[in-house]
């Protein structure tokens, strides 16, 4: 069959690929066993404590080994060994999810033992989404549907991401959180599967030898004069340094202002899910240009207003379209950023624009989760809410003033500001 005329084409471009697709079933399972596992941790760690601060460093410990690994780990990847290291790490995720489901099924998962498996899981996370990336875009054959094969990557995360939570929720309430473990077990092992499926060639679509600096710093050389990169991946950094932070608040927000830990977790994860699935879809589309053209400059500030929405009221559909809003307007910014400067970062430099984007973004948000943890246990959950958007606004004037200055006025292009 012509690839061309796969029915999925006009919509999906990358998906005309074997490699993305196969890349892509693997993510799908793969990653909903990650959303199960993250999520099930909270909502455990939440039974046993009922505390705010260690919601916030749970997830902390997450992330936060990100800040220091990714960079390192992604300085050393290349196509040829991307597939190799990310089989390596998909083990060791899988080991992380054995281990949580035999203390679990053995009654020892104490709260010592669970935040000490969450640092072993933070420290794979740190190495692994950067091995998928990297294997992601040197196994797309044509350079031009790289953009569209990182959109469709953030797609099945973000579906993941709407469904994950009210899975995990469901599994908790019902057949405990062993089983839980065990089905994020299953999927890492499907992904190990798709990923020895998928063919690497290396060299066999490697860009000539290119002058400048190699990895984080011809990266860093390459966005201070990008135009839109040198204002959007602040902007980036911004939004996951406010509202990065919100994962951990869930759980209190439903137990305290809705009454319902399990069923307004799942709820209000689902609608951030929507939210962002919505963006990414558009991005993996062609209506991805348009897209970044109009959204990235409004969108930063509609989310800074839905914080304060979540911090100011408690009907629930408001309080769900504000959770829409965030995921929406946190996935077209930071995958968009992406997407546009995968476009035309240098090919040896590609490695480090991955970490920088990383640590730009998913290394700032555990930092902000643990923020969010300590500002709930004080201030209570919605002033946090509110506390964050307002810091956010400030903060978004401070970066977005200096180019509308320089144009005279409030410039709502992403090409021109």
């Given amino acids: 069959m012509n690839p061309l005329r796969l029915p999925w084409s006009t919509w999906f471009p990358a998906l005309v690929e074997r490699n993305v697709r196969v890349y892509v079933f693997g993510q799908s399972v793969s990653i909903m066993g990650t959303w199960v596992l993250d999520i099930m941790l909270n909502l455990v760690l ?20 990100g800040l220091l690994i990714t960079p390192l780990f ?38 010592a033992v669970l935040l000490t498996l969450a640092v072993g899981r933070g420290v794979l996370n740190g190495m692994e989404q950067p091995a998928r990336q990297m294997l992601l875009a040197t196994s797309v054959s044509h350079p031009d549907r790289i953009g569209g094969a990182v959109a469709l990557n ?23 959180a062993g089983w839980g473990f065990v089905f994020s077990a299953v999927a890492l092992v499907v992904m190990i599967g798709c990923v020895l499926h998928v063919r690497t060639e290396p060299g066999a679509h490697a860009a000539p ?55 307004y977790t ?19 589309t062609g209506m991805a240009d348009g897209a970044l053209r109009r959204l990235p400059v409004p969108l930063p500030w509609l989310v800074a207003l839905a914080l304060l929405g979540l911090g100011s009221s408690n009907w629930l559909p408001l309080t769900l379209l504000c959770f829409g809003m965030v995921g929406f307007g946190m996935t077209m910014v930071s995958t968009g950023t992406s997407a546009m400067l995968h476009r035309t970062v240098p090919p040896q430099a590609r490695n480090g624009l991955i970490a920088l984007i990383l640590v730009a973004f998913n290394g700032v948000i555990p930092i902000a989760q643990l ?3 300590l500002l709930a246990e004080r201030l209570g959950v ?36």
């Fill in 46 to 65: 939440w039974g046993m404590t009922r505390s705010p601060a260690l919601l916030g460093l749970l997830n902390f410990l997450l992330y936060v080994p």
């Fill in 74 to 111: 992604a300085a050393g990847l290349t196509q040829a060994n991307a597939r190799r290291r990310t089989l390596w790490v998909l083990a060791g995720g899988l080991a992380v999810a054995l281990a949580l489901a035999v203390f679990t099924g053995l009654d020892r998962l104490s709260t």
């Fill in 154 to 176: 953030t797609v099945v995360y973000q579906v993941a991401r709407m469904t994950g939570p009210a899975l995990a929720a469901l599994m908790y309430s019902t057949v405990g």
């Fill in 209 to 263: 030898p290119v002058e400048g600096r190699q990895g984080l710093r011809g990266a860093l050389d390459f966005v201070r004069r990008d135009r839109f990169g040198s204002l959007f991946l602040p902007i980036v950094t911004c939004m996951a340094t406010f509202v990065g932070g919100y994962q951990t608040l869930v759980p209190v927000l439903a137990d305290r202002v809705f009454g319902d830990t399990a069923h």
């Fill in 266 to 284: 799942s709820l209000f994860f689902g609608a951030a899910g929507a939210g962002a699935l919505t963006a990414a879809l558009v991005l993996s």
């Fill in 371 to 373: 923020v969010a943890g």
């Fill in 382 to 417: 919605q002033h946090s809410f509110l506390v964050l958007g307002c810091v956010m606004l400030v903060a978004l004037a401070l970066l977005f003033g200096p180019r509308w200055r320089a144009r005279g006025r409030v410039e709502l292009d992403a090409e021109r500001v």
